[in-house]
DNA sequence: AATAACAACAACCGCCGACGT
DNA sequence: CACGTCGGCGGTTGTTGTTAT
């Protein structure tokens, strides 16, 4: 037998909160707070209102020394750091920001900070480009449809953000594309990512790619896979990790310092540094324009050969890929353990 | 002035791990 | 051990306010 229902769900009222259940809730948690029993706390306080909606309404809303809007240049650049690290895991984010609540910082990266940072692919690909996220012309029998690829798209626009963080600190090591590279990609994987490109003729003037050299940085994030082989989440702190449809990426973060990288589709980036790391929103957004047709030209790239690649690895093949082919060296490993 | 489009924010929904029964 | 709720989380939706036409 489980617990008793937590609520009468036909009984209880939804929507936006009245100033008087505001005032009854908050004068009942400053007398007696919470009681570690949310589900049992409207009743006490006389609120026709689910459990879970008097908490949401109090950590986000009632609670005291809340903030709210207002954020400062400082907050934005903890935010994009921490969103680049670790992506979308706000309850995390919202810790470093005292006075912010997870819902809070979500909203604004969702209405303004992902705007300002990745707001100009549409206007791309409105000139004829492919369209990314044209979910109504997509057909039956076409590969996964946008929606499909969610996550992936996720990982692909955390990682576009990391790039182009990294490209600014290092124009050498924005990413890189070298065909050679994708011998340690799965056989398949690699034929299709080639015929992606080849189906491409007539964007051949925007495929231009800024580094087509190996550069001072490890030759690629495949070459790291020291770092998930072995019990990582001992030696450095919280392993968090990620494999997602046709996408790989990766951080481990602790306190101190935090460690990422992805790989898609033979296009690598990867990083070391302390969290927040030393990137700054004005960065980017003063460099934005210069980054602009590079960064379409990448999302194409990644798009196409997601589309492609979709549905043939499984999660298995991918990280049994990525372990099996790539020859991760001392060497390599060395570069990611100093410069922390 | 009316209304459409967009932005901002509050709140809900559904999922998942932990845990009580 | 199985079942089912709780609490927390992230994604999404609904509502309200603002701006543009």
Same mark, same amino acid.
């Given at each position: 037998m489980g617990r008793a229902p937590c609520c009468d769900k036909a009984n209880v009222k939804k929507g936006p909160w009245a100033p008087d259940e505001d005032a009854k809730l908050k004068a009942y948690i400053e007398k007696?707070?919470?009681?570690?029993n949310w589900i049992a706390l409207p009743r006490k306080v006389g609120l026709k209102r689910c459990g879970k909606s008097c908490r949401l309404r109090w950590l986000n809303y009632l609670r005291p020394n809340l903030k709210h809007g207002g954020f400062t240049q400082e907050e934005d650049d903890i935010i994009c750091s921490l969103y680049i690290s670790i992506g979308s895991r706000w309850s995390i984010i919202a810790a470093q920001l005292p006075g912010r609540t997870d819902n809070d910082i979500k909203n604004y990266w969702n209405t303004r900070l992902k705007k300002k940072l990745l707001g100009r692919r549409k206007q791309s690909n409105a000139k004829g480009r492919i369209a990314v996220d044209s979910e109504a012309t997509?057909?039956? /029998? /076409? @590969?996964?449809?946008p929606s499909e690829l969610s996550n992936a798209n996720a990982a692909v626009e955390r990682l576009h953000l990391h790039m182009q963080l990294q490209y600014l600190q290092n124009p050498l090591s924005y990413?890189?594309?070298? @065909?050679?590279?994708?011998?340690?990609?799965h056989p398949l994987l690699q034929e299709n990512t080639i015929q992606s490109l080849r189906f491409m003729p007539q964007q051949t003037e925007d495929l231009h790619i800024p580094c087509l050299e190996y550069d001072s940085r490890p030759p690629a994030a495949t070459s790291c896979p020291r770092a998930f082989q072995q019990p990582i989440s001992e030696e450095i702190g919280n392993l968090d990790s990620q494999v997602e449809l046709g996408t790989y990426s990766d951080a481990i973060y602790d306190d101190s310092r935090s460690l990422t990288l992805g790989a898609i589709n033979g296009i690598s980036s990867c990083s070391v540094g302390s969290i927040p790391i030393n990137y700054t929103s004005d960065m980017i957004m003063s460099n934005i324009d210069q980054l602009s047709d590079t960064r379409n030209t990448v999302a194409e790239l990644e798009n196409m050969a997601n589309r492609r690649i979709g549905g043939i690895m499984s999660k298995e093949e991918q990280d049994l890929d990525y372990f099996e082919s790539s020859n991760g060296s001392d060497e390599c490993f060395n570069w990611w353990s100093k410069d922390i």
């Open positions: 007696h707070g919470t009681g570690g997509w057909r039956h /029998d /076409d @590969p996964p449809r990413f890189n594309a070298n @065909p050679a590279l994708w011998s340690k990609m």
